[in-house]
Structure formats: C-alpha cells, structure tokens
C-alpha cells in the first residue's frame, strides 16, 4: 500500500470556529486525481483554502505525508497583472522550497526541471512571453508547468479549468490524467464544472453547505449518492 | 550671478558630498524595496508609518516627563519611533490575505492614530512638540557624518539582505498560497519584509524628510515594473532609478539653487514621465524574417543580448560617475573615475551597438530593432559628450540621456530577449 500523501481525519472547517460542514474524513493517495466537488458556495473554497494553511480548521486534523511535497495551481485573476514576468520567470518563482531561497544559485541548478516542466505542459514556445499577455489557457498551462518545475508530488489546483472552452478543458484533463499516471502524482482539484470530473477523477469530496454533506470516496460512490443526483441529476453519473 | 557648476560641486565635495551620497544610498534601497509596495498596493504606506512614528517620539517624550528621562522603561525618541513604527507595519502586515479595502483601511487607520496620538500628546509636550519634527523630518540639505552611518550601515545591511533573498519576499508577496505549501518560513519572510520597510522609511524620513521618502518609495518602482519584463530587472531598474534620483536630485539642486527634496522628487517624476514615453513607442511582436537560418539567428541573438547589457551597463557607469567620482575621493581611489577607463568603455559601447544594429537590420530584418541599437549608440555618444565637458551637463542632455536609457533598457531586456524564441 503507498504511503498516504493527505489525510484528513474528521476535519472540520469553518470561519472563526465556527463550523461549515461536518467532519471530513479522507485518505489522498499517490496516483489519485480528487475532484472537491459542489455548488457555488457550497463550501469547496473554504475546503481548499484550509488544505493550502490559509485557514485553521476548526476541529479534526489535516496531516501531509512525511515526504510529500505539496505544489499549487492558482486559478484565473490570483495574479498581479502589475507584476512584470515573463512566463518563463513564473515557472521559476514557483521552484523555491523551504529555505531554499537563501542559495543564490538554486534556481539555475533547476533549470533542467524547469525546461521539463514546460515541455511536459507544452509550455516551451510560451516561456519569453509576458505572462500577463497570455490566454487564459495558456496560462494554466504555464500555472502547471510551475507547480511541475519543484517536483512534487501532490497538487492542489483551484479551478483550472474555469476559464477554459471545452476543447481546452477536455486536453487539460488529459494532462492532468497522463501525469497522475505517469508521475503517480496524487491532484486535488476543485471544480464546479462537471463536464469531465466524473471521467477522469477517481475520487471525489462532495460537499453541500445548505443540506450538511460532506461526503468523500471513491468517484462512483460520490456521484451515485442521493446529495449529488439531487444537484446534478443521474447523467453524468452514467458516463462514469 | 554666475550659475554654479559641477566643478563648483566637486570643490566643495567635503560639504556637499555626504548628502548627496546619502540621498544616492537611500534612493537606491528604497527604490528596491518600493517595488513591493507599489505591487502590493501600499503606497501609503510611508505616509503612514512617518506618522506612526511621530507618535513613538511623541510618547517617549511624554514618558519622560510623566516618569523621569531617566527611567529604564521610558525608550530614548529613536526607540519609540521605531517600536511604534515596527507596532504599526505589524497592524498592515496583518491585513494580509484580506480585501485592499480592509488593508486601506488598516493604512488609514495607522495614520490617523498617528496623527491623533500626536496632536492629543502635543498638549502634554508643548516644549518637546517642536523637537518632533526635527528629530523625524529632516533635512536633505544638511546631512551629519554621524547620520551618514546609520544610513550606510542600516541600507547597507537592508540592501544585502533583499538582494540575497529577494525569491523569499517575492513569494510572500506575490504567491502566498504557493508560498504555504512549498513551506517557505511565510511569516518570518513577512514580518522581515514588513520590518525592514519599517526601518528604512523611518530611518530615511528622520535624515532626509517626509516627502523624498515618499517619492522614492514610490515612483522608482512605477517606473521599474512598467518598464521591466521580469522582477528581477524591476528590482534593478526600481533602485537604480532611487539611486539616481537622490543623487541628482542633490546635485540639480545645487546647480539651481532648488529645495532638495523637491528637486529629487522631481527627478524621479521625470523618470516616470521618460518611462511612460518609452511605454508608448510602437513594439510590435518580434518575429523572425522567414529564411533565416536557425544558428545565425542564435548567434545574432546572443549578440543582441551581450551588446544591451553592454549598453545598460555602460549607461549605468556614466550615470553613476559622479557617485563614483564621491567614492573616489572619499576612499582615495581616483581609478574608479580614471579617464582612460571611460575611454575603452566608451569605444567597446560604440562598438557593441554599432555591431547589434547591424545584426538586428542586416541578419534579422528589423530596422525598428536597429532603431533601438542606435538609440543605445546615441546614448554611448552622449555620454561621451558628457564626459567630454561635464559644462553640459543641463537638464537637457540628462533628459535625452535618460530616455536612451529606458528606451535601450526596454529593447534590449524585451524585444531583443525574445527575438530568438518566438521563431
């Protein structure tokens, strides 16, 4: 059995201790794609913001692996348009990890990873582009190439594919699928599109404010539960 | 009268020398660490802070009339500016991860109790009310050896550090979320950043005053991050441009008789006004000539980018000289302004820029690009005349030059740069 890379255990998120959704209890392993499923406002954000440590829980425990090494994918409008960067300069800014910023020469050792990463996300011929000038495509491509560039080994990615057609959405999934397969990466990924979760997740946390649902497996127990038919009825249930 | 000129300034570098120097040192951290708080949308903050630490001396000396100058609690004005300043940078800092308007409101706050605390105190102070601004606002005119210290030693170790770990403040700043999980030391790298911003602008305020503190905390940093492609050169552009501000804005003051502060802001408004202008000029996406074989363009390219540092560089030096020419004479080393130095470097620029405008018209096809060369050229020229009779330096030929600058600086670090790959 491989090592867990997230567990939540009985994890209760909230605002100011006061609690959202009900305890949450999960395992993420490596190879894994979640899909942190639910309705606008239904409390997925607030999920995400507590695995990324921008919140506290507000009771149980969230506890990374020992030798996890967690990256982000931000999504549409978290950057500073004002900030000058090149694409290239914004795969590099995600390289740091721990203390490593104190060696000067860190990043130009990775530069290796960093050409890598960008192949890997068809992101090469973007890299001297002005990053704020890019699609919205392209730069959740380059966002990916980022998180690819330190090596890790679980990714959390904040709707990447919101501001996506559905062209792009359905080859960004399939990137997602081949390094979930290919790296055994376990991804964590929020959504409220649900074109293509049920196809390519394997597991899922739905969650539903309104009606107190904080429920986690594996993808076909998600979506077959009575919360989700509720909201997103029995058809994509079926291409699963 | 007869206007003053350089040679004037040079005579009387003894007296004059140290607060140009000192308005070059903070100019150029300043300039640096401006770059945060223009992206991060705290350009209050100095306005801020100064205020706050009106409120630390205010309440030291009420402290000391209240329980004796002598009392081991009561902190000398220096102290109680900085702790209050520090209590205040805290109370932004925290705002972190919350709307710019709560994070407004944090500034306006800071200020406001500032300037309440310090008019409410100043009716229990009435004697001291008058030291206050001496001891917070000073004077660019007049800058006291002992004061040029603390300035070297505080920027200087300010400085080191952010050029050192300038990765670590960025990714605070500017990507927290990744910042979290890659586990950078997040509120170690904020509380730094935020404390040291703290310092210099207290620290700068109480030597120099409240208004080129400000405007060095501000305007270098528009005028780096509009023109840069990345934030590195921002960061260089930024405190070169601080750097240049105060030292020029000393000197233009000198030669025209001008308020300092005043002067060196208007330098640096200068600067932004140049930067927009270059903005502007038409840059249309570079792409290569079809037919050009892969490896000339390469080479070209590599030409390309030598010959724009080149130009940066040599425009840096002679921009710079004048500091230098201070340097020399303080440390005695007249070879760092040595006339055969700026000799070969003027020929190897001349050189450099001739032979990337060549390469840009003749092997990539770009006459615009050409353009930009012989723009680079002009401004190696120029500074040639400069060096030539330094009776021309005039607001004039500053401008032009400084506008070959930033337009050599924008492409050579852009359009040059990104010529090879987006074949």
Known sequence: MSEVALRLDGLVIGYQGRPLLPALSAEVRPGELWALIGRNGSGKSTLLRTLLGLLAPVGGRLSWGRSARVAFVPQRGDHEDAMPARAIDMVRSGVDRGWSFVDPFFVGRRREAIRAALHETHADALADEVFATLS????QRVWLARALASSPSVILLDEPTSALDAVAEREAFEL???????????????????????????????VDRDDQVALAGPIAEVLGSATYRKHYGAAAVDEV | MDSLTLTDFYAAWELFGTPALT??????????????????RLVFLSAAVSQAASLGVALSF???????AEHALVPSPTVGALLVTFIATLVVAGRRG???????????????????????????IVQELADIDSLLFGSAVAVLPEDFEVVAWVFGAVLLV??????????????????????????????????????????????????PVFALSVLPAVVGARLATNLPMALGAS?????????????????????????????????????????????????LAPGIPGPRAGQVRATSRVTARFAVAVSAYVLLRPVLAGVAQVADAPALVDPALVTVALALGVAFAALGAVGAVVVLRRPRLGLGFVVALGWVLAAGLLELGEELVRPVVLAAGLLAVAAAFREASHRIATAGSRR
Request: charged residues 15%.
């Open chain 1, 136 to 139: 919205e495509g392209q730069k």
């Open chain 1, 176 to 206: 997602l699928d081949r390094l979930r397969r290919e790296r055994g990466l376990a991804l964590v990924l929020a959504s409220h599109h649900m074109a293509f979760v049920p196809r390519f997740a394997t597991h899922a946390v739905l």
């Open chain 2, 23 to 40: 308005g070059a040192i903070i100019g150029l951290v300043l300039g640096l660490l401006g770059v945060y708080v223009v992206l991060r």
């Open chain 2, 62 to 68: 009420f402290a000391a009339i209240s329980f004796g």
């Open chain 2, 98 to 124: 919350r709307s710019t308007a709560w994070r407004d409101a944090a500034l306006g706050l800071v200020f406001l109790v500032g300037a309440a605390g310090t008019l409410a105190l100043g009716s229990r």
């Open chain 2, 162 to 211: 952010h050029v050192l770990w300038w990765r670590g403040f960025a990714a605070v700043s500017f990507d927290l979320p990744g910042a979290l999980v890659r586990r950078l030391p997040v509120g170690f790298l904020e509380l730094l950043l935020f404390a040291t911003l703290a310092l210099v602008i207290s620290v700068g305020t109480r030597i120099v005053g409240a208004l």
């Open chain 2, 239 to 287: 405190a070169a441009v601080g750097a240049v501000a105060g030292y020029y804005g000393y000197l233009l003051a000198f030669l025209h008789d001008l308020p300092v502060g005043a002067s060196q802001t208007l330098v640096v408004v200068a600067f932004v006004l140049l930067g927009e202008a270059v903005r502007r000029v038409p840059a249309p996406p570079l792409r």
